[in-house]
């Protein structure tokens, strides 16, 4: 038995191989596999073959339906585990065919249920017994297996190619991975169609001409050069040269001679060399085999090459962990990349932390593909919680940018306040408490507090009431609303989220806020508040598409609240290309301790009647300066009560009325320094 490796999919759209002829599948069948949907998508939406189900013409573009299996494991789950049985598709020719490819077409490139890795096997119509179709002894007296490996993408024809004739009549799928945990969905299984391409010469090698490559000289100096043999024989390539304006710059890795198998692509791997070379890059490789007909091919190469002259190459912004322990030392790589040397003429810190950090040292030149680093230090001692706002500035002669900048990502851990509760007024498929498991738990120690976890234990998200499609805001759905509860009154002066997933579109985008203070709780605690009633502030945010990275939000003014409530308006289902969107998600929510001073100009905090039957005022105040309440019944005659109190250290203070009006219908009171 001959075994294969795994062959990657080569896709005729980047070449220029004439339209192909393929042979008619004439049954198909799936021994331990139930279809999802038989009516709509039929086991036969497999082999509807050309015209049908994909282009007749080159490159043949897929055209038709797809089928797929149901969910024995439910949503989310693999296909490939939870079926009981072997994932087993048979082909029927009709009768022993020659063949030299397996051409197939995927099934969704934003759904993980299509086919990727696969085992093709054999048998002939003689093993196929009296039973017919699903009776073959495979692998019996054709002892070739090959395994196979299928792109995510349902559009362009994925060819397979043997290396050899197989004559058979029934040929084997046997579906060993989808592609589960690596894009959205893997439940199901899915195929769009299966075919098998005839060979363009018969007794002979049939070169296809390749389309022009244009080279990424960023990913590297190697490439691979497709070169494509669809004839019934071996291709021989006999010499491989370059011409043009850049041929000194090319070469041939493989050993030439070199034989191509029919239906196989290459490929050519060429090495290039930059030494000297700036700008634009032209040279065309000529391809010489024994092609009867097409002897040689020209295949044009081009690409692009940064400026000859000296490239300086930073990271930015770069990411510094700081502890709050000493003074610290970091190095910032920096290379090379031009083809001339590199001089540094100065390095300097911008910002308005820039007194916190030092430069120590730095390379006064790099030469061609060198490296080095600038050497700084950070004295954290000198800055509080949060970000530090800093950037690197380089000076060179560098020839398109002569200043450049290295942005710092850098602070000190911020203080979090605990959150006591969280409450939403949806139906949860993760759990809403994730939102708020915290510092070291939800999202990293260290600055800038990165999110630690994702799925099912570390983030929410709601479900979804319009049946797994669409947008969840469709169909008037209540918008979701969650509330905090911070335990009591704290000063409020930002808000900070974690997004739901990078590579869905259910991740909350839109929301308000509303706040509420301890007194207006009342007795049932949270849920009983009055949002909006005494601090009407009601900022509005968006917040990031990021699963990752905190997204800060400074409030216009700072309050003081116990409650927070956020109404979600709306996720990035329209906003964003990727799946989802039918439900709405977070990964964490924070508030910072704000540790700056409440705004006196926003005056009166709360007035309430306590326990005892007296009027409490709740205001802003200054430590250490004296207070005096006043009253009014109509706010033009004012009356100074006989009491006074001191500004709390705290941000607010409380001042008493121990003899109020009770019979009065209005009552106005305003807080003075006398």
Known sequence: MKIFPYFAALTTSATLCPALDFLTVTDVATPNMIEGNPGGNPLTNIIEGAGLGYDINEPHTRLGGTWYTDAPGGFPSDYIVSNPGDEIIILDLGEDRTLYELSYWGYADTNGNGLRDFEVRFATDAEGGDAGLGDESFGSSITDTFLFNALNDQTPRQSFGFGKAITARYVEIKALTNYFNIV??????????????QPTAIGAPDIVPTAPQVLDFDSGSSFQIPVLNTGDSDLNISNISFTGPNADAFSVVNTIPLAIGPFLNGPIEIQFDKTGLGGEVAATMVVTSDDPDEGTIEIPLSG???PLGPIIVVTSPATITLNETGVQSFELPISNNGGLPLTISGVSVTGSD????TVTSFPASLGVDSQGEIVIEIDPQLAGPGAIDAAIEIASNDSTEPNTTITLITGLPVVFHPIANVQTNTVDFYAAPNLISGIGIGFESPFPHTSIGAGQAATWVTDAPNGGSGDYFANAQPNPVIIFDLGADVPLGEINTWGYSNTNSNGAKDYTLRFATDAEGGAEGLGDEEFGSSITF????EAAFSANDRDVEVFEEPVLARYVEMTITDNWQTFNPAPGGDRVGLGEVAFPVFDGNLNPALGIVSSVIDENGNFAVTFYSNSGVEYQLDRSTDGLNWERLPVSINGSPDDTTTIIDDA?????????YR????
């Open 184 to 197: 959205v969905g893997g439940d199901r299984l899915g195929i769009g169609e299966i075919s098998f391409a």
């Open 304 to 306: 692009t090459l940064p």
């Open 354 to 357: 820039a007194d916190l950090i």
């Open 538 to 541: 009601q900022p509005s945010f």
């Open 660 to 668: 109020p009006l009770a019979d009065a219908k209005v009552v106005l």
């Open 671 to 674: 807080v003075v320094q006398p």
